[in-house]
Each structure stands twice: as structure tokens, then as C-alpha cells.
């Protein structure tokens, strides 16, 4: 009852304590056997570690995306003064500071690039600035697309991040010692100013990163559509991460069924949000029918790709989406949890359906002016059937098994102190939340 | 529909012992009043222990928890707007299937007749549509809303149910009800008032007052009436015209373009341009720029112009445009060097089809020793299955294109002795 606000039991357990060793400790093993598996693969392959490359963006795209709902969740819950999520806030809040290690992470494909290595993004490769197959690349997107400038924002996003994820978890770990209702006053405050911040921010990372990688593809709605598949990792992730710690003994009377409920709404939301974002994309593009646009779906819808397709169709949207409709798949902790964990498998083959077809690029034959025929990248999504395939790759799901590592790593690390936000004044109003 | 009866009032004083009042019919129910939510929480929870039913709680605002208090279930009515949702998805996809695809078929931008993807979109309105009208008519049914009347609209106390009052009605006909022993166990539960409500006994309250058959049958009879009229107009031939909201909009003092008039010898609307006048801005007198010709003194036949028109002012941003318009308009089949691969006749040769752009840059061909005048007027008029471009290529950017054709074949067949001397090395 709304009225009788409960204060946290006295025997709560509320801190992390041993958790986040544990935690740490098997994210290091699963990043450690993962990334020494994938290095393996990746030698052994022989396409210049082409596929290495591309399975480590789309296993690392996966976590950041998962931080980055994180982020948006914490400020979303000062921006509008939440009071129900204030018990998993602190949860949300360790979910978004791992983004230094995310970005430590990322290095690993931009060092490379600034290094010269041109086979992840096309924009990058010596052939892509051959006036013969690509004049308006270079004449038009060359001074945003190119190996300095780009980790110049690489950096620059990563630093914005990070310094709103580090503004927000401090503020409220002082909070938790001094008990000042006017930090949670301030952080509202701020709120609103910097989530148009992060908007910016989300779309323009997930155009550099992902859409980049066909550089004559563009779509605007991109961005919100990463976003949403973004929000639907963290809700997830946020489900998992809430039952890890009550499986540990903490905080076992403080989140209770009426909040994993509303998580599994948000859950529902965001599903919903994403295909209707990606259907928006879908649409505009199939009906216009304008050759360079339409290829990303050719590609997509008429090759081995079909089937992913189909799979990201029914299994990101369909099926959850129907059986997330009722109240009770999302009280019922098992089918929530089973929801969480299917869910953040399509956000990553999602990202995969995404990523992984740009991997083919295709070879365009240039006549030079001694009559020689040169034979040079054209890059990907051509228009050329015959490069439609998936090629699965084990080190594809060993990458993203070792990102996921990488991720538990840092969940670990951040995993300190108190589980809950001990003093902030919603507290008591979050711990008797109830759903009518 | 409340007929009230100014001399009642006096018998409606919130005293339960008014028994013998002439008035007052059967006993309906006790009406009981707690101070705090929280209280009529507490007391629902002892009258649905005590294994009443037929009870219902009245608060100004929603009480949380009270429908678990009582012994509520949750409703049916999620399922319903399901069934709804998926009703509406099915009859935004049968109408769209039914009104272009098969009752009149239409084409739109190429696609089938009937597809999936255009349709999404009518079928996620017409599914919020039906899941919202379930939920909201949904909603009244199953709270058998609207309710204009109840026994408790007797009692003062009731009013205050939308104010200040939380209040519990047990109603008489459940099997557990005696008025005393009830009475008795809401004063338990912590009622700080219990009152007792009789139906109204004259058997005029019982009726429906004249003046609401009056409107219900005088609406009905008026909404039959546009229907009457269509029903007549179809059914009827009239030789009356069209009744004109805007007259003078529909009958307008004009001659429509290509309709008869018969005030002229030919019975024809249009007249054409007058002998002797031009249309203002219509003259171009300079052959040479406007049509490619020049014309010699003495000779009858204009000759293709073999230089630009003077007029033309030659210089890169000329030729920058003349590169811009045809790498709008003629690329596409002449290709972006000029040697006839554009994307069309490359599509159709991969088709297995036979289409040949002309090469412009062929220095044999006949592009390269055609006079630039005749250039100009292919580009204008067009040229065998070449449509003319004059309606979208104003006539200095066809110069432009000409210019720009010329530079192409220049640029096609350099030779060393096009580049400078001194970068001449640099060329191997």
C-alpha cells in the first residue's frame, strides 16, 4: 500500500561485499578464454583478421550499447523524478560506469585504424579514395570519415559519457553519506540539459561506428534505432543483473515482484520502440526503392541473410512481443528472466544482422592510363549476389562471449559499497511501490 | 432523470429510525462512513471476511488496494482488448487487401496490389483503434456504466461519497444481510456513521418521467431523417438541378481550355496566339542561341551553327554546370564519360535486352562531327528513342551541355600531347 512507505529492513543486506570479486573474477576468465580462443581463430583465418575485426565490433558494439541504456536510464529517472526505480538506481548506476573499460576495450579495433588498417571500415582502405569508383566518397564524406577525425570523436564521446556516467554515480554515492535532498535536486536539474546531450551523442556514435561501415548507406533513423535495441539490452541486462544480487542475499525484501514488473514493462516498451523504429527504417527505404538505399535490404531479404532477417523479425519483436503483452510473463520470475536472457541474444544478432553483412566487399576493375586493368575494393553493399552470404564464424560468438567478459569485468569492478541509494528521499516510496 | 419532490427533503433526514415513513418502501441496504481510506480498507476486508458479496465501496478518489480488500478479481478485460488489437489487425489488413487489391485494383509506385509492408501502418491504427474502443466501451459494459440512478442518491451522506466520505453500501438482498447484525458489524469495523436506505415506495418513482420517451422517440425521428432523404433521392428521378452552395464558384464566366464555344466561326474555345503579337518573354529572336541556326544572307535554309553563340560567356563555371546537367540528365543512359554504359544500358544488356546508348566521345562517331547547333537541338528536340530535353534543360544550360559534351571528347581522347610539358614525365 502506497500509503504505509516502508523503510529498508534492518536486515537487508546492502552491500556489495564479496560480490564484486566474484563478479570481476568471471568476467576476467570468460574475457581471458574468450580473447585468447579468438585470437586463434583470427590467426589462423588468414583474411588479414578481416572477420576478427568485424565479430569484435559487433561484440563490443553490444556492451556499449548496454551501457549507453544505462546512462539513459539514471538520467531518465532524475529528468522525470522516478520514484519506483529508486531501489534498482544504483544497479543502473554500476551498469553505466563501465564505460572506461568499454572504451579501453574499444581501442582495439581504433588503434589499428589510426595505424592504417584499412579492412573494417571501408572509408579507411586506400581503394575507397580512388576517384574511378568512388568520387563523391572522397569529395563528400572524406573530411568526416577518416582515420584521425574519427578518433578524435571517438574519444570526444567516450569523454562525454563517461564524464555524465562519473557526474551521476558520484553525486549519488555522496548522497548515500550526507543524506542532501538538493543533490537529487541538482542531478534533476541537470538532467534535462544533458540528456539532449546524450541524444546527440547516441546517434552520432552509432552513425560513426556501425553505419560508417557502408559509407554510401545512410539512414537518420539509425540512431534511434540502435538506441532502442540499446534500451532493451540494459532492461534486460538490468533484470539479470537485479536477480544475481538477490541470489547473492542482497537486497532480497527491497526489489520485490511490483518492480521486476515494471522493469519487464520497460522491457516490453523498448521491444516495441525498436521495431517500430526499425520498421520506420524499413519502409521509407522499400518504398522509395532508390538503388543505393534499397541494398542494405536487398542484401538483407533476398540471400542466405533472409533467414537472419526473419530470425531478428520474429524473435526481436514477434514472439517476445506477444508473450511480454500479458502481466504475468513479467511477474513470473522465471519467464522474465527467460525473456531477458532471449532478448539480449537478439539485441546481438540484431547488431550482427546489422554489422556482419558489410563484411563482403566487393572488386571493382579500373582501366589505368597505361592500359592496364587494376583490380581494387569497391567496398560493400554493391549490389553483387554472389557476396550474399553469411559465412558464420565461431569466432564471431567467442568474441562477443569475451566482450560479454569484458562487461562482467567491469559491472564487477563497479560494484562497491552500497547496492541501494541508502538516503535518497525516494527511497521509501520505491521500497512500498506497488503495481494496480 | 431524478423527479425530486421539494416537500421529500424533509423526510430524508439521516435518521435510520424514519421507519414508518409513507414513502419509504422495502430496505435496500446500509450505507456506513469511515474517516480515512485506510479504515474502509481495513473494514471491506472484515465484510468480505464475513462472506458478503453484494457490497460496494464509494471514495472521492481511488483507494489502492481496496479491489484486493474486497475480494475483487482481476478483470477480463486485458483479454478482451487482446482480442480487440488482433480483431483490428485483421480488419486493417482485409480492408486494405479488399480496397486495392481486389475491388479496385490500383497500382502504386510499382508495388503488388496487395503488400504487407505498405500495409503495416493502417494495420497498427486500426489495431490501437479497436484495442482502445475495447478498453474504453469494454470498461462500461463490465461496470454496467452508465448508471444514472441509485438507491443511494436517497441518502445526503451519499453525496459526500464524491467529497470527503469513504463509504461502504452492503445492499439487502445478499443472503448474509440482517439490518441489525450488519448495522452491528460495520460499527465494529470502525464506521463512524451507519445509515439505512429504502427504495422510493410511490409508484411514480418507478416510472420513467413523460418528457424522456417524448425526447427519446422525438431523436429517434429526427435521426431517421437524412436517411429518408437519401433513400428518397435514390429511389426518385427529379428535374430539379443541383441545389449550388457556391454558385458562382460551380458556373464561373470562362471558356475551358479545348471546350466548343459557339460564338466563333470554328465553334472552338481556344484562339491560339493572335497574328502579330508574341507572348511576353517568348520572342528569342537570336536564332543562333535560342535554336543552333545561322543564317546566311541570300541563302533560304538556316545552317547548324559550328560555333557557340556569341552571347555565351565561356568559362569554368559554365562548364562546372554543363558537367552538373549532364551527370543529371544524360548520364544515365551516355554514361559519366560519355561512352554509352550508363546505368540503363548496362541494366538492360544484364537483362539479356538490346539497348545502345549513343557514344558521344567516338571521335569517328557522328556526335564528335555534328555542329554544335545540331548538338543543341538533339539535346532540345531529341533524336531517334531520345526524348527531347527542352522542357527540362533551360536553353543556356543546354549550351552548358554542349560545352561540357565537347570537353568529354576532348578529355576521352587526350593524348600526350594534352598534357604540359613539364608534367609530361610524370605520365608514363
Known amino acids: 500500500m502506497s500509503n504505509a512507505e516502508k523503510t529498508l529492513h534492518p536486515d537487508e543486506k546492502f552491500k556489495a561485499g564479496k560480490l564484486s570479486g566474484a563478479v570481476t573474477k568471471t568476467g576476467a576468465g570468460l574475457a ?70 568499454i572504451f579501453i576495450t574499444g581501442l582495439g579495433f581504433v588503434i589499428p585504424l589510426v595505424a592504417g588498417y584499412g579492412d573494417l571500415y571501408y572509408w579507411a582502405h586506400h581503394d575507397a579514395h580512388n576517384h574511378e569508383i568512388n568520387h563523391h566518397l572522397i569529395s563528400k564524406l572524406g573530411w568526416w570519415l577518416n582515420p584521425s577525425y574519427f578518433s578524435v570523436r571517438y574519444v570526444l564521446y567516450f569523454a562525454i559519457y563517461f564524464g555524465m556516467a562519473r557526474y551521476f554515480v558520484s553525486k549519488s554515492r555522496l548522497q548515500d553519506e ?28 552509432s552513425f560513426d561506428l556501425l553505419m560508417s561501415l557502408a559509407p ?56 516495441f520502440f525498436w521495431a517500430y523504429t526499425a520498421f520506420s527504417q524499413f519502409m521509407l527505404i522499400w518504398y522509395a526503392n532508390i538503388p543505393e538505399e534499397t541494398v542494405f535490404y536487398q542484401y538483407r531479404m533476398f540471400s542466405e541473410w533472409q533467414w537472419v532477417s526473419i530470425a531478428v523479425l520474429v524473435g526481436h519483436f514477434a514472439f517476445p512481443f506477444v508473450f511480454l503483452l500479458s502481466r504475468w510473463t513479467k511477474r513470473i520470475l522465471p519467464s522474465l528472466t527467460f525473456f531477458a536472457v532471449w532478448q539480449l541474444v537478439f539485441h546481438w544478432v540484431d547488431l550482427y544482422w546489422n554489422v556482419m553483412p558489410n563484411l563482403f566487399w566487393d572488386k571493382a576493375h579500373v582501366t589505368g592510363h597505361d592500359g592496364k586493368v587494376v583490380e581494387l575494393m569497391a567496398g560493400p553493399l554493391m549490389g553483387n549476389p554472389s557476396l550474399h552470404t553469411v559465412g558464420f564464424s565461431p569466432v564471431d560468438v567467442t568474441l562477443w562471449i569475451a566482450m560479454i567478459g569484458v562487461f562482467l569485468l567491469s559491472v564487477g569492478r563497479a560494484l562497491n559499497g552500497n547496492l541501494i541509494p541508502v538516503k535518497d528521499p525516494q527511497l521509501p516510496s520505491s521500497l512500498s511501490f506497488e503495481n494496480y | 432523470m431524478d423527479n425530486h419532490n421539494p416537500n421529500e427533503d424533509a423526510q430524508r433526514e439521516p435518521d435510520p429510525s424514519n421507519a414508518e415513513d409513507a414513502a419509504n418502501g422495502d430496505l435496500y441496504g446500509v450505507l456506513a462512513e469511515f474517516d480515512t481510506p485506510g479504515e474502509l480498507i481495513d473494514a471491506a476486508r472484515k465484510v468480505r471476511d464475513a462472506g458478503f458479496t453484494e457490497f460496494d465501496c464509494y471514495s472521492p478518489f481511488p483507494v489502492h488496494g481496496i479491489d484486493d480488500a474486497m475480494g475483487i478479481k482481476r478483470t477480463v478485460l486485458p483479454l478482451l482488448v487482446f482480442g480487440g488489437g488482433c480483431a483490428g489487425l485483421l480488419l486493417g489488413l482485409l480492408l486494405q487487401w479488399w480496397t486495392n487489391a481486389y475491388d479496385w485494383p490500383w497500382l502504386i509506385s510499382g508495388k503488388p496490389f496487395w503488400s504487407v509492408p505498405a500495409n503495416i501502418p493502417i494495420g497498427f491504427e486500426t489495431t490501437i483503434l479497436l484495442s482502445v474502443f475495447t478498453t474504453f466501451f469494454g470498461m462500461w459494459i463490465l461496470n454496467r456504466l452508465p448508471q444514472v440512478w441509485h438507491p443511494f442518491f436517497r441518502l445526503d451522506r451519499f453525496a459526500r461519497g464524491t467529497d470527503d466520505a469513504f463509504l461502504l453500501g452492503i445492499e439487502a438482498r445478499d443472503g448474509k444481510f440482517q439490518a441489525a447484525s450488519t448495522t452491528e458489524l460495520l460499527k465494529g469495523a470502525g464506521a463512524i456513521a451507519v445509515e439505512e436506505c429504502y427504495l422510493d415506495a410511490r409508484p411514480e418513482s418507478k416510472k420513467l418521467p413523460a418528457w424522456v420517451y417524448g425526447f427519446i422517440v422525438s431523436t429517434g425521428v429526427l435521426a431517421l431523417v437524412p436517411f429518408a432523404i437519401i433513400a428518397k433521392a435514390r429511389a426518385s428521378t427529379s428535374t430539379e438541378p443541383h441545389y449550388h452552395i457556391f454558385g458562382d464558384m460551380d458556373f464561373q464566366p470562362k471558356v475551358k481550355s479545348d471546350a466548343t464555344f459557339p460564338l466563333f466561326a470554328d465553334g472552338r474555345g481556344n484562339r491560339g496566339e493572335l497574328t502579330g503579337t508574341i507572348p511576353r518573354g517568348g520572342l528569342n529572336a537570336d536564332d543562333v542561341f535560342y535554336r543552333g541556326l545561322v543564317r546566311t544572307e541570300g541563302v533560304v535554309d538556316a545552317s547548324w551553327t559550328t560555333e557557340l553563340p556569341p552571347s555565351l560567356e565561356v568559362d569554368m563555371k559554365l562548364l562546372e554546370r554543363g558537367r552538373q546537367r549532364y551527370d543529371i540528365y544524360c548520364s544515365p543512359c551516355h554514361g559519366y564519360d560519355g561512352r554509352g554504359n550508363g546505368a540503363i544500358p548496362r541494366r538492360v544488356q544484364a537483362g539479356g535486352g538490346a539497348w545502345v546508348a549513343r557514344n558521344l566521345v567516338d571521335p569517328q562517331g557522328a556526335v564528335a562531327k555534328m555542329p554544335n547547333g545540331q548538338l543543341f537541338n538533339t539535346i532540345s528536340n531529341g533524336f531517334n528513342t531520345m526524348m527531347g530535353y527542352a522542357a527540362q534543360i533551360p536553353h543556356l544550360d543546354r549550351w552548358a551541355v554542349v560545352l561540357y559534351v565537347r570537353a568529354l571528347q576532348r578529355a576521352q581522347n587526350a593524348g600526350p600531347q594534352d598534357v604540359p610539358a613539364d608534367c609530361r614525365n610524370e605520365v608514363r
Open chain 1, 32 to 101: 581471458a578464454v574468450g580473447f585468447v580462443i579468438s585470437l586463434a581463430l583470427g590467426a589462423g583465418a588468414g583474411d588479414h583478421w578481416k572477420r576478427f575485426f568485424y565479430a569484435y565490433l559487433t561484440g563490443w558494439s553490444f556492451i556499449l550499447s548496454i551501457a549507453i541504456g544505462g546512462l539513459f536510464f539514471v538520467m531518465l529517472h532524475h529528468l522525470v523524478k522516478a520514484r519506483w526505480s529508486t531501489v534498482v538506481r544504483r544497479l543502473a548506476e554500476v551498469v553505466a560506469s563501465t564505460f572506461p573499460i
Open chain 1, 178 to 205: 550526507t543524506g542532501d535532498p538538493e543533490l537529487s535536486t541538482r542531478l534533476r536539474v541537470l538532467s534535462a540539459p544533458l540528456m539532449i546531450v546524450f541524444a546527440f551523442t547516441t546517434v552520432f556514435i
Open chain 1, 216 to 271: 554510401k548507406w545512410y539512414s537518420t533513423i539509425f540512431g534511434v534505432n540502435f538506441f532502442g535495441g540499446a534500451n532493451i539490452a540494459f532492461f534486460a541486462t538490468l533484470i539479470l543483473l537485479s536477480l544475481v544480487v538477490q541470489r547473492s542475499g542482497r537486497l532480497t525484501r527491497a526489489i520485490t515482484t511490483e518492480h521486476y514488473h515494471d522493469l519487464g514493462k520497460w522491457l516490453f516498451a523498448w521491444t
